[in-house]
């Protein structure tokens, strides 16, 4: 199956300070990626579309000074936390969509767990 | 609208017993729709995925989902738990109406008993 990778797998920094996650599918060209944020025990809420060579989407009430989000190449988007705060703390969690013709599918990165101090 | 009900937030089984996880949805369109499984501190790994073929879906580690029009379910099934089946169960919905849309079930938590 198609395989997608986050990096960090973890990550502690100071408040104040930024974090950039890594999204890389790792064989398949991904022209739509997609950040997700989890909190404990709750389902996953959509925060972005990232899509190559353009803007990203963000959802409603996600901040996009905060949350930069870059789709440079077909297999990488990463996330930038700008200016960290402990609030900001949580599980990200990113997604590629592999076009297949009948029922396009979203393969999930194993997530990145994010402590701000 | 799209909206996407798991009906248990959480289903406890014993070992080598089935495992039923129940899932309704709502969609203009044609949907598409999934079944994922998350471990504690990990992505989701994807069980399953029905796009209008067969109504009767297999997936990996042994589970299957019916695909039911009429009462607009997605209930996803395995004949015999495993205590590795312990984990967290999504129910979700894609289409697209105007662009790419994912809705996400809440949840379910299943349970394995020794």
């Known amino acids: 199956g198609a395989v997608v990778s986050q990096h960090p797998s973890w990550v502690i920094c100071k408040s104040g300070t930024s974090v950039k996650i890594e999204c890389r599918s790792l064989d398949f060209q991904a022209t739509t990626m997609f950040w997700y944020r989890q909190f404990p025990k709750q389902s996953l809420m959509l925060m972005a579309t990232s899509n190559e060579g353009s803007k990203a989407t963000y959802e409603q009430g996600v901040e996009k000074d905060k949350f930069l989000i870059n789709h440079a190449s077909l297999t990488l988007s990463t996330l930038t936390v700008t200016s960290a705060h402990p609030e900001d703390s949580s599980f990200y969690i990113c997604?590629?969509?592999?076009?297949?013709?009948?029922?396009?599918?979203?393969?999930f990165g194993p997530g990145t767990r994010l402590t701000v101090l | 609208a799209q909206s996407v009900t798991q009906l248990d937030s959480h289903v406890s089984v014993s070992e080598g017993t089935p495992v039923l996880l129940r899932c309704n949805y709502s969609s203009s369109y044609s949907p598409s729709l999934f079944w994922y499984v998350q471990h504690p501190n990990k992505g989701l790994q994807l069980l399953l995925k029905y796009t209008s073929a067969a109504t009767l879906v297999k997936g990996i580690n042994g589970f299957e989902a019916e695909f039911k029009k009429s009462e607009t379910s997605f209930h996803l099934t395995k004949p015999s738990a495993h205590m590795s089946d312990a984990a967290e169960y999504f129910c979700v919905v894609s289409d697209w109406p105007g662009g790419f849309k994912t809705i996400f079930g809440a949840g379910t938590r299943l349970f394995v008993k020794a």
């Open positions: 997604s590629a969509l592999q076009r297949e013709g009948v029922g396009d599918t979203q393969y």
